[in-house]
């Protein structure tokens, strides 16, 4: 901001500068007047020149008296004895030597300056968009440095995750009070790696952790340092932590350090080759290298911590991990809070029930919705922020757009809506299940022809077997209310297949709850934080016979799951007709439309005969 005013002051100077030049000229050029050199003789034996200057190409004067409004005069120099008509005359008269080493000079500095200026405002933006420029700057690490003031994050922009905030807190005192942790001998971490789900707030904290501290922070993502060039990364890894040393104080960040420090294969299998290997080496030398106690503390965020090398993640180098994980109910509506600071609420919104009808979203997703539900808010012309739109943002977040113009014939609009309202009642019916939220037959941008909205009322980090099997039961109620309705299913129910069929795979591959297989694992758990890593190569560790039992197993658990639901929706057939009825009728209804899709349930879940 202070460059900016600087250069907004050089501006005034010279438009200054320049008028007072212009007011010169102008004053001057109205009182000269240009005359032939023949109205100069004749004035000058007519007594009327007052003073005479002969340069070597003009004739410079005045007049005695002003002669139309002119009081000065020029003309051009003609060969003639002039010498002689002015010592005749009563004018005064002199001659210049004129210097023209300036001009020479001018002539060839101002060219090369209006040259340099259209190279430095012109040419080089051209070139460096297309990637010619900073060739001479291709070591020079590439890290954005903020202060304390252009970070704007603190800790109380940062919630839901306490645990983390507490550790990186311990960074910040030693950034403000070394002196404190240096008492009994300990030493700060020298690396603290951010671990979590994309979305979570890694790269906030870190932010959050410069802006407490009030030092400065380098920023900078781990793709950044490899290019074209051979030894580049290298080079960009030792500038940035020599700029790092100059600055301390300080704290180094660097995201997406999965780019960077994946884990070295034999051979090059795994798609590693030498650039990355050899900036890796150095950044695991600069760990070795540098003393916490001169001030430097370095960050870093992966999504991905089981593919970093393990050298990387050794004590001495990366010392600790704080992990930044999905915030739970209370977290959640921490986060909302920051967030909603930011926009017009309405005071009787209940943000506790937006965060229960929120399971596993990050800081980012609520921040979405927060902002989704301003934007509804906005469009329906409303004051404030209400639950309406909280729930409108979340229906657009989860199921995507109303898509009210796609038509469904009459026999597919029946069929989706036995199909929502079996989901629906078998959530109301079977113990622990999720209260309905809300059940619609209204077509979703993302190809669902209708949907059944549950609310979990709390946090669930155990689940049992039973309840795994009634999870079952409601996602295959759907296909069940149309069989017992239609007389036949239809494919409305590929995504409900999909999911009960990983549940039950799961169940007796991983979990150990099936009777005949017991509790061995069948399958590990590939998955990191983005979800299995489908090109690696895991073999099957059982055999042909034990994998045909997993199959025989996977199909009775979805049969009597499927049996279940029939059961269970013709015991309840008459809210079933009802129900569907009210659905075609309304489109969209909720457990205070339809009383029998509250719960607890009066009834007990029907046997299976």
């Known amino acids: 901001m202070e460059k900016q005013q600087q250069f907004h002051l050089w501006y005034f100077v010279a438009a200054f500068l320049a008028l007072m030049a212009f007011q010169s000229w102008f004053s001057t050029a109205s009182v000269t007047e240009r005359i032939p050199y023949s109205t100069f003789l004749e004035h000058l034996e007519a007594d009327r020149i007052s003073t005479v200057t002969v340069r070597s190409e003009q004739i410079q004067g005045r007049y005695t008296a002003a002669i139309d409004g002119h009081t000065h005069f ?36 101002v060219p090369i300056l209006l040259i340099f200026a259209l190279w430095m405002f012109v040419f080089r933006k051209v070139v460096e968009k297309q990637s010619f420029g900073g060739m001479m700057n291709v070591g020079k690490s590439k890290a954005k440095v903020y202060v304390e003031k252009d970070t704007g994050v603190t800790f109380d922009d940062v919630a839901g995750v306490d645990e983390a905030k507490s550790e990186l807190k311990e960074i910040v005192d030693f950034l403000k009070e ?74 180094i960040f660097i995201d997406e350090l999965d780019a960077l420090g994946k884990r070295r294969s034999i051979g090059g299998f795994g798609g590693g080759h030498d650039e990355k290997e050899q900036t890796l080496n150095q950044l695991l030398a600069e760990l070795d290298g540098f003393d916490p106690r001169e001030g430097i503390v370095l ?97 657009r977040v989860v199921a995507g757009m109303e898509r009210k113009g796609r038509l469904l ?61 009634n999870r079952m039961v409601m996602l295959l109620a759907g296909r069940a209310a149309e069989q017992i309705a239609m007389g036949e299913v239809s494919t409305g129910a590929a995504d409900d297949l999909v999911r009960a069929t990983d549940i039950a795979r799961q169940l007796v591959t991983r979990f150990g709850m099936h009777d005949v297989l017991g509790q061995a694992v069948l399958e ?11 090109v690696s190569f895991n073999p099957r560790d059982h055999s042909e016979a034990t994998a045909r039992e997993v199959d025989l197993a996977v199909r009775e658990l979805l ?44 009834k007990p879940e029907p046997e299976v005969a």
């Not at 590990?524 to 489908?534: S, V």
């Open 74 to 109: 020029i003309t051009n120099i003609v060969p003639d004895d002039l010498t002689t008509r002015l010592e005749r005359s009563t004018a005064e008269f002199d001659g210049t030597v004129e210097n023209t080493a300036l001009g020479a000079i001018l002539s060839w500095v």
């Open 178 to 251: 070394p002196a404190k942790f240096g008492r009994l001998g300990a030493r700060i971490p020298k690396g603290i790696l951010l671990t979590g789900p994309p979305g979570t707030g890694k790269t906030l904290f870190a932010r959050a952790v410069a802006g407490e501290a009030g030092v400065p922070f380098f920023s900078i993502s781990g793709s950044e340092f490899v290019e074209m060039f051979v030894g580049v990364g290298a080079a960009r890894v030792r500038d940035l932590f020599d700029q790092a040393r100059k600055a301390a104080p300080c704290i």
């Open 299 to 395: 960050l870093a965020a992966t999504n991905r911590p089981e593919i970093l090398d393990p050298a990387l993640m050794r004590a001495g180098r990366f010392d600790r991990q704080v992990v930044v994980d999905r915030p739970d109910k209370t977290g959640r509506a921490a986060i909302l809070r920051v967030h909603l600071r930011k926009v017009q609420v309405d005071p009787d919104l209940d943000v506790e029930a937006v965060a229960g009808l929120t399971p596993g979203f990050t800081g980012a997703e609520l921040a979405n919705l927060v902002n989704e539900a301003a934007i509804h808010a906005t469009r329906r012309m409303a004051e404030r922020v209400g639950m309406e739109d909280i729930t409108s943002a979340l229906e």
């Open 559 to 602: 049969d009597t799951a499927y049996a279940r639901a029939i059961t269970l929706l013709e015991g309840r057939r008459s809210d079933l007709e009802a129900g569907t009825a009210m659905l075609m009728e309304r489109e969209t209804i909720t457990p205070d439309d339809f009383p029998p899709l509250r719960q607890p349930a009066t």
């Open 409 to 469: 014939n009459p026999r597919e609009r029946e069929t989706v809506a036995w199909h929502e309202m079996g989901h629906a009642l078998a959530a109301a019916t079977l113990p622990g299940a999720d209260p309905v939220h809300k059940v619609s037959i209204i077509p979703r941008t993302i190809g669902a022809l209708g949907y059944t909205m549950t609310r979990p009322t709390e946090d669930r980090f155990l689940i049992t077997r039973s309840e795994l099997e």
């Open 524 to 534: 590990q758990d590939r998955g990191g934080f983005l979800g299995e890593d489908r």
